[in-house]
């Protein structure tokens, strides 16, 4: 089976710039979770799908950030327009329906 | 004060030693904990789920403390491979699924 995967794996970008990050769950899982990780802090909870609706999204840092899980496969984060403090790893974690969460290998976000 | 805390470590062992480590969590409505590891520059990868008093996988021992409000981790006949940081994460089963994590503890085993 095959894990949840990330793309792009890095991504260097220029203050006001777009970035779009895209997370492919685990086949099956309804359940799909935005993770971010600030250089020095803990793993931070951003928001969390059930199928395509957004069932938290409480840690969602402002409105430049924007996810989306069209038709409840693959999501999206896109953070329009990027700042410095958007730097940092991004990741994506799906569970079928239990409490086991399952990361995939994270986006590094850098932006400078 | 942070919901998880843990100590960050680093903890020095030698190969084969016996190492344990706390993490402590400040919401009683937590109700189930995870017990993962990462290694530099790569995903959480689960470990453990502690759901009551505790939990055994070979060499890995995770025990619960709800009267205390902590979680411990026994690694036992500590390998080289072991060395990483073990994150502590919890959820809240009140409908919301959403861990909230420790800043981890590094564990370094030297030869």
Redesign the interface.
């Known amino acids: 089976e095959a894990g949840v995967t990330q793309f792009p794996s890095h991504s260097v970008i220029e203050k006001g710039q777009t970035v779009t990050l895209r997370c492919d769950p685990i086949s099956g899982h309804d359940n799909l979770y935005w993770y971010r990780r600030v250089m020095g802090k803990e793993i931070k909870f951003l928001l969390h799908f059930v199928k395509e609706s957004k069932q938290d999204e409480s840690g969602m840092p402002n409105n430049r950030f924007l996810a989306e899980r069209t038709g409840g496969t693959y999501s999206t984060l896109k953070v329009q327009p990027a700042e410095l403090e958007d730097s940092g790893v991004y990741f994506c974690a799906s569970t079928r329906g239990g409490n086991e969460q399952f990361f995939g290998p994270g986006t590094r976000l850098t932006v400078l | 004060r942070?919901e998880?805390e843990q100590d960050p470590g680093p903890f020095n062992v030698p190969e084969g030693a016996t190492v344990a480590f706390n993490c402590t969590y400040s919401n009683s409505a937590s109700q189930?904990f995870?017990w993962?590891r990462q290694d530099c520059?790569?995903?959480?990868?689960?470990l453990m789920?502690v759901y009551s008093s505790g939990n055994e996988d070979g060499r890995f021992t995770a025990q619960l403390n709800r009267a205390s409000q902590y979680i411990s981790l026994l690694i036992r006949d500590s390998k080289l491979s072991d060395s990483a940081t073990y994150?502590c994460a919890a959820?809240r089963?009140t409908g919301?699924?959403?861990?909230?994590?420790?800043?981890?503890t590094r564990l370094l085993v030297s030869p």
């Open positions: 942070k998880v189930s995870f993962y520059r790569k995903e959480p990868k689960l789920s994150l959820i089963n919301f699924q959403k861990l909230v994590f420790g800043t981890g």
